[in-house]
């Protein structure tokens, strides 16, 4: 009880309480930056709610020579508790459950007797980021000080305008040297290579989102085991069978079905640990995003003022633009593919019909050579044209934002990636070919991407010592503007040298590689038995790269939350039903399968029977992703439970407001009563 | 306020006033039930809740020869007002909502005025359904008084074992000879046949259950008309073009996938409207059917106590049992119709090769009356199997026990009615016989409905006077018992009236009656255009004859929600994919089809292309389904602003509570201090 109060005392007045100045995100504005504009901002992070600003602890530095401007951001615990129970985070409540924040009830939560600590760093990073990108343009800010240009309008957001003028060069939260040290020891060190990941941990401190990346990647290495295997004993046993190739594709298809219906229930009971998980996610009531443009309207739901953009027009965008704009687009890749396969059929026909061939050679090679450099640029120059046509879409959440962008690149690369195995395996019907060229794709990209990984911790002492030195000049030259409390010397230090550190671009390229990988596995299984042993060695190391790159190479990116891993779980299994359909084909196309049919069966026959054999196939797998429910029972039963507990709470509070009202209405008529009675 | 008041005072001493008994529902013992069970039924009904009661008013009718002992059953407003309460029913707030009735804030309900009719009669007697079910044998009732070896359990429904020991014969609630008038004048009249249904009466009547199926077979009968033209204008300009099948079959099967998403949406749209559609339906936490038996345990979600039935042993049976037995009867099915073809093919060679063909007519015939003969025989028994299987199996929950009886009925009806097509469209091929097979199955099914239904205001007129004289010399025989208040003569003579009326046996035959429809129209549509004539000419009369059954002929039948048609939409979603494996395959096989394709094209190609013909519009068709949104988008933002609207009461009414504690601490120490202030 006494909790409760202090805290809402405190919030009644908070500039009388002093707590220590922690820095926990950093502003950095480009040296051009009018002083203007950067005032402009510290005002508004500064200014008090009601008037529009963040109410945040900013701290200015600035760097003389080249007159860049670093603001040092935190806010006290009050401000982060209110925060928090307006964005509806979720703490472990003191009944073992996720609950949201409720200040009033603050002492239920664990972890609540120290306030200070009672949100991680993670948590109050995110707070932050919400808070400060939710400064938004008041109908007075016609444009940003300084920049005449510049135009706002009511409910942009402002620091995505700095950003996107280049005002402010980065916004980044800073990392905690201690916890990711424990973190990185539990996690990507060479003993523990067969040990379990620290979700937890990684969740703690990475957030929900980048949990769930890893979380899914560890399932589905330890998934690849039993195909891999299989792989390995064809690889040995050399046993020559016709059953061979048909009894590895069935068991990949029954397996990979399995596979993902197992992480949709693994992922629903570590979101519902993590609190992540909405008893009805597709009713909830999300922000909309920082970038999401539109005239100043109210959110249909809670009434609050936030930007409108009608879906008509954002329909026409996408129909008119997008659409045409990515067909183009797929067109090219294939046709560059044809031409492709159509030079190399000239290349060898040269290389074969010449005298002396190896003068040839580098004509036998020069079209895998210019494809790949193609499909390299092709990638390069479609990633933008992707990026610009979502930006331009203007998805009002960035689920959905999120999930378009997904679409677009899953498309995309199933053509550029794809296009050329079904090529070869159903128009050329080269079984030869095909294994070899999926060998080649495979192995290339995994040994690529090895390589580049092999290198990051070479090049990541390599800068560092650069970095160091650079921030080490940096922050000596700091000097502090605004002289209420004194930054540490080496919180100045990491900020500095964390601000030369590179930008983690999101999950987003870690799911498509992988998405890649499942297909290159799955999608002509029967034809390269061995690519999940191929896969699996590159994902065992790729895990540990992975997190190290997270611990040390990259700024600390902001937690963000996530239940599942969205749209890639369609875009999983449709890979999933296609390779049911390749699978079939190939077997079907099989002549030593083929001769275990009755001689006497038409082709057409043969043919049918293959595609009712394809047919049931699917059925089974339709039934079983039907059957299986996404959420293991004891979840579903939480679920249930919290719902009918809040339920029940509400109605006794109901009944308890009743009763109050009638015994105030009881006592409010006594006192008349007895003073008529002293009247007679 | 006053309201509120009054209605809390009422409950507390229920007992001081008087309310005109309005009889209900009807409970009708055998009249050889011994007299004591009769007693001890009567008095668990009155008893009050805390002694596991249903606290409700019942009145006893005797006739004295026949020894027959009726039930009239009512409640007072105030038990009707806690057990809404309790069953979180659901009823039109002043803020233009459903709402879950809420006692102590009735006064904001509309209709509150007058409590008499607050609720309607078919809501009533909802209520009383589910109070007089909802009593159950206490540890202390071992088995039924006066009969011995009727064994109860604890958590037992007692009213559920009177109905299958045969104690009691009926249990039915009263038509409202007014309403139900009203009613029928505008759903049934012949006038009527072209507007649409009064579909919020029928749900306020009916149900929400029943309502939902009008719903659909009005949805579905309007959408037979678009293909029902086509096919009158293929009848009638007799167009021959080799397109004609393939154009008919593809506007169909993208029309049967949009009518089934476009129910969806609408089907959203009257639940919500009607208060069943529930944001989160998967977690309701749903009472076990009365007939669920196990050993008494715990609601894991609410705690209450009710019986368990582990899940593996459920499966056990289910697998063990059910699976085996219910695969032996479709065998059968299916060797029957072998034997069917097999018995044609050979009376059709007798009677060719024959010479005095008109002696050998009764060969030709036979199959076919035999094996309609077997069709009919083997319906029923299965129906019979089915049914207990069903119940052996144990199910929880209404929802998934009627889900379980709809998968086993569709699996056998599926094999039943269409396992022939498929044996005369792609083994034998003859898309004559195809034709012929299809109509004939379509047509006959359809008279033989149409005759019936026909019949049946002719039997009822003939029927309902039996009835009366029957209900007269009844009623007038009819000795009140318990003679506290004398129940109208009317009302009497209307029970006893009804209580010879035959009994609804639910929507599940309906539903299977359309799904067959379904099936002929569109699973081989391209062989039969006018097959969606024939359904609309039997549909539009269906409605009607329908209603009027429902109005006139049955016993009125309790009110059941529903948000949904539930399984059935699965069920009708397969025969969409299935249509469109068929229809493919029927233009496919065409010769003249065929034709229209480069001669030089391999049999194998041409299955090919047809192959790939099918998965692009079983890929659109996944893609379509995929993309509509199950709800329209004011449901999901209404769904989404109550719960966010609750989400800030919760917080609002928390927030009061802390502020009051805060303020009663502040008054319980203010004295103190005043006093002490006293004593300087």
Same mark, same amino acid.
């Given at each position: ?16 309480? %002093?707590? /220590?100045? $922690?820095?926990? !995100? ?99 990073? *995110? ?11 008041? /109908? ?40 990711? *040290?424990?973190?990185?020891?539990? #996690? ?9 990941? /620290? ?55 029954? #397996? ?6 197992? #992480? ?6 570590? &979101? ?48 008119? $633009?997008? $659409? ?33 061939? #190896?003068?040839?050679? /580098? ?36 689920? &959905? ?91 100045? =230090? ?61 700024? %600390?990116?902001?937690?963000? &939350? ?32 083929? =001769? ?10 043969? !043919?049918?029977?293959? $595609? ?41 509070? %109901? ?26």
């Amino acid at each position: 009880m006494e909790k409760a109060h202090h805290v809402e005392d405190v919030h009644r007045n908070s500039k009388d309480v %002093r707590e /220590p100045f $922690v820095p926990l !995100v950093i502003i950095q504005f480009a040296s051009s930056t009018k002083q203007a504009a950067i005032t402009w901002m510290i005002a508004k992070l500064q200014a008090s709610r009601h008037e529009g600003g963040a109410e945040l602890t900013v701290q200015t530095m600035v760097m003389p020579h080249s007159d860049e401007t670093m603001l040092y951001i935190g806010a006290n615990t009050n401000r982060l508790l209110l925060a928090a129970e307006m964005m509806e985070m979720k703490k472990l409540h003191v009944d073992g459950h996720m609950r949201e924040v409720v200040i009033h009830d603050l002492q239920s939560f664990q972890g609540s007797d120290d306030l200070s600590t009672f949100f991680t760093k993670g948590e109050k990073q *995110k707070i932050l980021l919400h808070e400060i990108e939710g400064v938004r343009a008041e /109908p007075l800010d016609t444009n940003i000080p300084g920049y005449e240009q510049i135009k706002l309008y009511p409910g942009k957001s402002i620091l995505k305008k700095y950003l996107s003028r280049g005002l402010v060069l980065q916004f980044y939260p800073l990392h905690d040297e201690e916890e990711i *040290k424990r973190l990185g020891d539990e #996690w990507y060190q060479y003993q523990k290579v067969f040990s379990e990941q /620290p979700l937890d941990k990684i969740r703690n401190y990475f957030g929900e989102k980048i949990a769930i990346y890893f979380a899914f990647l560890g399932i589905y290495t330890v998934a690849l085991f039993p195909p891999a295997l299989i792989g390995i004993i064809y690889l040995v046993t050399f046993w020559k069978s016709v059953y061979r190739e048909a009894i590895f594709a069935v068991f990949n298809l029954i #397996w990979s079905t399995l596979l993902l219906e197992a #992480w949709k229930r693994y992922s629903s009971e570590l &979101s519902y640990k993590w609190g992540t998980l909405n008893s009805s996610s597709a009713l909830k009531i999300d922000e909309p995003r920082a970038d999401y443009s539109g005239d100043l309207g109210r959110n249909p739901v809670t009434g609050n003022p936030e930007p409108v953009y009608p879906k008509w027009k954002r329909s026409c965008r996408f129909y008119l $633009v997008s $659409v045409p704009i990515i067909s183009i687009c797929l067109i090219v890749a294939f046709v560059v593919m044809l031409l492709y396969f159509w030079m190399q059929a000239w290349a060898d026909s040269v290389y074969h019909s010449s005298g002396e061939r #190896w003068l040839y050679l /580098p004509i036998l090679y020069t079209p895998t050579i210019v494809y790949s450099v193609a499909i390299f640029l092709m990638n390069t120059v479609y990633r933008m044209i992707a990026k610009e046509l979502n930006d331009f879409e203007n998805h009002r959440l960035e689920s &959905s934002h999120e999930n378009h962008f997904i679409l677009k690149l899953v498309l995309f690369d199933f053509v550029n990636c794809f296009m050329s195995l079904f090529y070869v395996a159903f128009y050329l019907q080269d079984r030869t070919l095909l294994r070899s060229h999926l060998a080649c794709l495979l192995i290339t990209s995994q040994l690529i991407g090895q390589v580049q990984e092999a290198m990051v911790p070479y090049f990541f002492f390599k800068r560092r010592e650069t970095q160091l030195a650079e921030a080490m000049k940096k922050s000596d030259n700091l000097k502090q503007l605004d002289g209420r409390a004194e930054i540490d010397k080496t919180i100045q =230090k990491q900020a500095v040298l964390e601000g030369t550190m590179s930008v983690y671009e999101g999950t987003m390229d870690d799911y498509l590689e992988l998405f890649l990988q499942f297909g290159y596995v799955f999608l002509f299984s029967s034809a390269f038995p061995l690519a999940a042993l191929w896969a699996l060695l590159n994902n065992v190391t790729e895990i540990r790269t992975d997190a190290f790159k997270m611990c040390r190479v990259y700024q %600390r990116p902001f937690c963000e &939350s996530a239940s599942n891993i969205g749209a890639w779980q369609v875009a999983f299994e449709v890979i999933g039903l296609i390779s049911v359909i390749t699978n079939t084909a190939l077997i079907g196309m099989d002549p030593t399968v083929q =001769k275990l049919l009755p001689s006497d069966m038409s082709a057409v026959n043969i !043919v049918l029977i293959f $595609v009712i054999v394809e047919h049931v196939v699917l059925a089974i797998k339709g039934a079983v992703a039907y059957f299986i429910p996404d959420m293991p029972k004891w979840v579903q039963i939480e679920l249930a439970r919290e719902d009918y507990q809040s339920k029940q709470a509400l109605q006794k509070e %109901r009944l308890q407001a009743a009763n109050r009202k009638r015994q105030e209405l009881h006592e409010i008529s006594r006192p008349r009563m007895s003073s008529r009675s002293t009247e007679i």
